[in-house]
């Protein structure tokens, strides 16, 4: 079950740990300890993800993963899933109490990973409930709901608790790094968006996935710049088709998309984020956290994947 849902992804969030917290001992070379600890907590991160994954494969009825079908699809797992997702869970503060105990921040670090953890089920919350199956309604949609589901859902454990995590290991008081958040969120939105734009254009097989972003109602980036830039003929086409699993559903909603031009919003969107993102940056005052901002940057800007 761990090497099925652990292992196998792009491992991003876990080793931001590590590189994070080179950059933040400004070209000192990490002891075999420090390494090791920026390394566990890495994986404290990617057990974290993995406990999402499974349960929220299940909320939202996914069929793939990773490349590979869902851990609750394979023959021998189904609702299984749900105790190995609250294992998953629970590994994270056995690790952390085994290696960190000692350490000064370690009442920080488990405050850290329940408080992210809290924030990321209520994005989940908002997410699950204003895409209930039971009362499709597009106008319940906008990009103020959006951001709200993203910033709790996915900036919060994706990008902020990464450089927490190696904050908190150079002796940061998290207290004073509010800017940092600030500038991680927007990253994880930008992110997000991102992740929603390639799951309607992107190639399954490049993506690793098949999205369903369209089938599953979801408050997408796109859906919400559709419902703006629609007229009232087209408004009727998406009221009609999305949240709809038959392919010629999607494929209606799909051509909207691209009569709409939502590849040239999004690279607009795209353009913007990133020269807003590096100006936020390049006016902190530290040199090394400038570093660790720009490395993120640099990392999902123009993804494909």
């Known amino acids: 079950m761990l090497d099925y849902n652990v292992r196998g992804g792009k491992l991003n969030r876990g080793l931001s740990v590590v590189d994070s917290y080179k950059l933040l001992k400004q070209g000192q070379d990490l002891t075999e300890k420090e390494t090791f600890l920026s390394c566990a907590l890495g994986w404290c991160i990617e057990w974290l993800q993995a406990y999402f994954l499974v349960l929220d494969d299940i909320m939202d009825n996914s069929v793939t993963r990773r490349g590979q079908p869902c851990w609750f699809r394979k023959p021998k ?47 989940q919350m908002i997410d699950l409930i204003t895409t209930f199956d039971g009362e499709k309604d597009l106008s319940k949609y906008s990009l103020q709901i959006h951001r709200r589901i993203v910033e709790y859902k996915t900036a919060y454990y994706s990008f ?102 939502l590849e040239g919003a999004f690279m607009e969107y795209e353009k913007e984020s990133y020269e807003k993102l590096t100006k936020l940056i390049e006016a902190h005052q530290s040199k090394a956290i400038q570093a660790v901002l720009k490395s993120f940057l640099a990392k999902i800007y123009k993804r494909q994947k």
């Open 160 to 261: 902020y608790l990464p450089v927490a995590c190696a904050l908190l290991m150079a002796g940061e008081n998290l207290e004073n790094h509010t800017d940092v958040k600030t500038v991680l969120v927007d990253m994880g939105i930008y992110f997000q968006v991102q992740d929603d734009y390639l799951d309607c254009f992107a190639d399954p097989e490049t993506l690793g996935k098949i999205g369903t972003d369209i089938e599953d109602f979801k408050c997408s980036w796109l859906v919400v710049k559709a419902l703006e830039r629609c007229s009232e003929e087209q408004t009727k086409i998406l009221y009609e088709n999305y949240g709809k699993a038959e392919p010629s559903n999607v494929a209606k909603v799909k051509a909207l998309y691209k009569e709409l031009d």
């Open 77 to 123: 797992v189904g609702m299984i899933a749900i105790n190995d997702g609250i294992l998953l869970r629970n590994h994270i503060h056995r690790i952390l109490k085994k290696h960190f105990r000692e350490m000064p921040y370690y009442v920080d670090l488990v405050d850290l990973f329940n408080e992210v953890e809290f924030q990321t089920a209520c994005g």
